[in-house]
């Protein structure tokens, strides 16, 4: 079955420093494979998504992910974070048999002034 | 987002009592998930639907049961609540044109 890590459960950066969030994933063949975001009591809020071709992708508010094949590694980068970004990031990689998603355990995201 | 709603979104039960939980969908997708989110764990998918009474079981479904009888609900019960079923439920569909998913605003429940 597939897998996601996520190996820091709390991250603490401060207003205008650079991020990265990291995720391995476990997966056979091409992963599909997605990032996410949740604010406190809220949804979740998709960042990114990766299925194929170009290895680093855009998403949403200054997000981007690199995906490393020779790793089995997902992280997610931002260049400066805001205090608006404080919240929880949570990769996932698609099961494929059932289109299931299948979550890391989450990465709380800490922003000080 | 627009397509999808849970309800209730909040539920106090009793331990022992049995709880259902809806989730609606409003634009005729095939899958249809429940995920439960814990701190530390994520999300864990529950059961999952990919047609009108086709389901099959997630990481975490002990304990639960689902139906669907219409392809636009997909419901989530639990036969005899107990207090680790205290979570926030979360529904989701799979969006097959673009290969996305959409989640539901979530359901808190707690068992007391």
């Known amino acids: 079955a597939q897998s996601v890590t996520q190996p820091d459960i709390h991250i603490t950066v401060s207003e205008g420093a650079s991020l990265e969030l990291r995720c391995n994933y476990s997966?056979?063949?091409?992963?599909?494979l997605f990032w996410y975001v949740q604010s406190p009591g809220q949804g979740l809020q998709l960042l990114l998504k990766?299925?194929?071709?170009?290895?680093l992708v855009q998403g949403i508010k200054g997000f981007e992910a690199e995906f490393k094949r020779s790793q089995s590694s997902f992280n997610l980068r931002k260049p400066s974070v805001h205090w608006s970004d404080a919240a929880e990031y949570f990769c996932?990689?698609?099961?494929?048999?059932?289109?299931?998603?299948?979550f890391g355990a989450g990465t709380i995201l800490r922003v000080k002034s | 987002d627009a397509g999808i709603t849970q309800s209730p979104r909040h539920k106090v039960t009793e331990t022992g009592t049995p709880v259902t939980l809806r989730c609606h969908q409003t634009?005729?997708?095939?899958?249809m998930y429940w995920y439960r989110q814990d701190p530390g764990h994520g999300l864990r998918l529950i059961h999952y639907?990919?047609?009108?009474?086709?389901?099959d079981k997630g990481e975490v479904s002990d304990g639960y049961s689902v139906s669907r009888s219409k392809t636009e609900d997909f419901l989530l019960t639990l036969e005899s609540a107990t207090s680790s079923q205290t979570s926030v439920y979360f529904c989701?569909?799979?969006?097959?044109?673009?290969?996305?998913?959409?989640f539901g605003s979530g359901t808190r429940l707690t068992v007391v």
């Open positions: 639907s990919y047609g009108v009474k086709d389901t």
């Open positions: 634009e005729n997708h095939r899958y």
């Open positions: 990766y299925f194929s071709g170009d290895t």
């Open positions: 989701a569909i799979h969006r097959e044109l673009n290969y996305g998913y959409t």
């Open positions: 996932a990689v698609v099961e494929r048999y059932g289109n299931k998603l299948v």
């Open positions: 997966y056979g063949a091409t992963p599909y």
